[in-house]
């Protein structure tokens, strides 16, 4: 965590704290005990961090953002629970998922009642503003919506393009990274313009995080630090930008041996990754992905530097969105 975003941290964790402090003991207990678990998983915070950073940027109390930190918050948690379903995921930040914990149709109840609630949040504020922001979460939560399934019609689908991934993963992943920024613009009252700049920073932001997960699931050597399955979407088969390059890449003979990995069910998963892994290094494809969040990243950055704001704070952010990209996992 960056030392000078630590108040803002710390004042959002207070926050959500006073929130979870009135799940507890709330009936029915299935429907309440998960949405607390999921909270307290941990994770990064970094969408509730992101819409008190905005509004701080514009010279405004960031306390006047905490219930749109709470709303996003609420609403990426919801996600989660509902996309671990989807995609039948084991673990979640080194922990059971909801569904596996409980089951199902609890964890669809329980993220239900989140989404519901993520909104809810936002009627602390006065009609105006109310207003704008409900039509910026609103859009983004049906983006959200969006890309994941698009995520899910790739399974099925033989020609994804990189395209159609970066599409993707902006709507799944990266709008909600625009959105809380935007949103707590929103809470400083500042100029459409800049709301617009803050969003597009955000959203490429987002496209080079995702990005760099991608790379990580597959190339990152500290399970630990990653909190997800090593390999996850080699075995998955998913169709990340890794493996579309891949295919795009690859002469007949590796697209054949890559298409036999994904396909049969009879090799052993051990076996499976490393020899995606192997055609992912004959065609340098980690190099590659660095290369397009890098692309990402430097566009995210033209759009910071065309905001109208303390320029010794852009820098600061501009600082904190470059070590966020460099995890080195």
């Known amino acids: 965590m960056h030392n000078q975003y630590q108040n803002l941290m710390d004042m959002f964790l207070r926050h959500l704290e006073s929130y979870q402090i009135n799940l507890i003991g709330k009936k029915p207990k299935e429907l309440y005990e998960p949405e607390d678990y999921i909270l307290s998983l941990g994770g990064k915070r970094l969408r509730p961090l992101l819409a008190l950073i905005a509004c701080d940027l514009f010279d405004k109390d960031p306390n006047l953002s905490l219930h749109s930190a709470l709303a996003v918050e609420l609403f990426h948690n919801f996600s989660l629970i509902h996309d671990d379903i989807l995609d039948a995921a084991p673990i979640r930040r080194n922990m059971p998922t909801v569904h596996k ?15 519901v609630k993520s909104f809810q949040s936002l ?37 994804v393009s990189v395209e159609d991934y970066i599409q993707m993963i902006t709507l799944k992943t990266a709008v909600l990274l625009g959105c809380s920024l935007k949103m707590g613009g929103v809470n400083a009252y500042t100029s459409e313009e800049n709301l617009n700049n803050i969003y597009e920073f955000g959203k490429h932001l987002g496209i080079a995080f995702q990005l760099l997960d991608d790379k990580l699931d597959t190339f990152s050597e500290n399970l630990e630090k990653f909190g997800k399955q090593i390999g996850g979407d080699i075995l998955a088969s998913k169709k990340t930008f890794l493996l579309i390059k891949a295919l795009e890449l690859s002469d007949d003979k590796q697209k054949k041996e890559l298409i036999n990995y994904l396909e049969l069910q009879t090799i052993a998963p051990d076996k499976k990754i490393e020899g995606v892994l192997n055609i992912y290094n004959q065609l340098n494809i980690k190099k590659l992905c660095e290369q397009e969040a890098d692309k990402h990243t430097n566009i995210a950055i033209d759009f910071l530097d065309k905001v109208d704001a303390n320029s010794s704070k852009k820098d600061q952010l501009k600082m904190f969105a470059l070590e966020l990209l460099n995890r080195q996992v």
């Open 101 to 115: 914990k409980w089951n199902s149709n609890i964890a669809i109840l329980s993220g239900d009642v989140m989404l």
């Open 123 to 159: 009627e602390n504020y006065g009609f105006k503003e109310y207003k704008k922001l409900s039509k910026i979460f609103n859009e983004t939560a049906i983006e959200v919506c969006e890309g994941q399934q698009m995520d899910m019609n790739f399974e099925t689908s033989d020609n």
